[in-house]
């Protein structure tokens, strides 16, 4: 029955394709075209892609190449399908799982937990540079937990901490963020699953809308619709007001510590909108995204705005943590603002380094969006040094 699901799904796409997906899934290295194929497939939930590109100057025009920086796009469309679809995506996810825990035993980086009047949010490293997070309300002793990954780490978290498990927190369906919901909802009976009903996540349970609110103690989480990663992406915001805290923005695969998610199902008005959202939020709001990606786009930020300040200083304190492997995790939106160019279409020095620049009229139509846009689009072919 699988096989005929698989051919079935790839049929009008070819041999080659199938040939493709077998070679992945088997790990198959049998010629130099595989193993790019597979090298770009195993980072399909990053930004931030393996290829060594050519050096890129924020002057050069972009020429976008046949074969897309996009990892996602590396057998066409017809692989984004599915990988988010099918079972193919899951088995690729298990195999992802497999080699990350036997490369980081204890992680890929060493997390802090965050400590507050009464609320512990604690960041858990899974696979090869994702973070979940496990939320607790220490008086009650009840934890919600966002994007499990690897229910594995998920649950030696929570039995270390002695909390019961009652809430999944889904920012959208890749099986990065999604892929440990079923083994975690099965082992605790009463835990619910949230997510956008638009997104196709796992096991879920509790459809949530823009602005809707989760209660878990004295946890108050809001879910705000941020469509552009995906169709259905919510980022979560946990109130500060109760526990007389920063609020702590959980921001899955749309924001980054100096960037920003691809854009796979929307417009680059979409996630322009989706970011603006963010915006909106207070300067002390504590940024907690979905990988460890900070040193890297650090780097691209400094070839787009290379005299900002902020950036050099944030670079700085980064290298020094990565350079004994800690996180680099939470950010503050405040931060972000003041170095972020996904965040900064706004910013004339950016509109004069990357727009086309004043036409005869000397009417500089040069939208956000379009900005935005080519920013993503630059940092694709970018590779820190």
Request: aromatic content about 8%; glycine content about 8%; charged content about 25%.
């Amino acid at each position: 029955m699988a096989a005929v699901v698989a051919a079935t799904a790839l049929k009008g796409r070819g041999a080659r394709n199938a040939r493709v997906l077998r070679g992945i899934l088997s790990g198959a290295t049998a010629n130099k075209a595989s193993q790019n194929r597979t090298r770009a497939l195993q980072s399909h939930s990053s930004p931030e892609c393996k290829e060594e590109p050519e050096p890129l100057s924020p002057e050069l025009e972009y020429i976008p190449r046949k074969r897309g920086k996009n990892p996602m796009k590396a057998v066409g469309l017809a692989w984004y399908s599915l990988y988010t679809r099918t079972w193919l995506g899951y088995l690729f996810y298990r195999q992802q799982l497999r080699r990350a825990r036997n490369r980081y035993p204890k992680g890929h980086s060493r997390t802090q937990p965050r400590l507050f009047n009464g609320v512990k949010v604690l960041p858990i490293p899974v696979l090869s540079d994702n973070y979940s997070y496990l939320i607790i309300d220490t008086q009650a002793r009840l934890a919600v937990v966002v994007d499990p990954s690897d229910p594995q780490a998920v649950q030696a978290s929570i039995e270390k901490e002695g909390v019961d498990l009652v809430a999944i927190l889904c920012t959208h369906k890749h099986w990065d963020h999604s892929g440990g919901n079923r083994d975690l909802s099965r082992r605790h009976q009463d835990c619910r699953v949230y997510g956008s009903p638009q997104d196709g996540i796992p096991y879920l349970t509790h459809p949530l809308c823009h602005q809707d609110v989760v209660s878990v103690g004295r946890l108050q989480i809001r879910a705000l619709a941020t469509p552009g990663h995906t169709q259905g992406h919510l980022v979560y915001l946990l109130d500060g007001e109760p526990y007389k805290g920063p609020s702590c923005l959980f921001s899955g695969d749309l924001l980054f510590l100096s960037g920003c998610g691809r854009t796979f199902e929307g417009t680059a008005e979409t996630m322009l909108s989706s970011l603006d959202t963010v915006l909106g939020l207070g300067d002390d709001t504590l940024l907690w995204p979905g990988h460890e990606y900070a040193e890297e786009n650090l780097g691209f930020a400094g070839v787009v705005e290379p005299e900002n300040l902020a950036r050099e200083r944030k670079m700085q304190w980064v290298q020094r943590q990565r350079m004994e492997r800690k996180s680099t995790c939470p950010s503050t939106l405040g931060e972000e603002r003041s170095y972020n160019p996904f965040l900064r279409t706004h910013c004339l020095v950016l509109q004069e380094a990357l727009g086309p620049g004043p036409g005869p009229t000397g009417d500089d139509s040069y939208s956000r969006a379009e900005l935005l846009e080519k920013l993503r689009r630059l940092k694709d072919l970018h590779k820190s040094k």
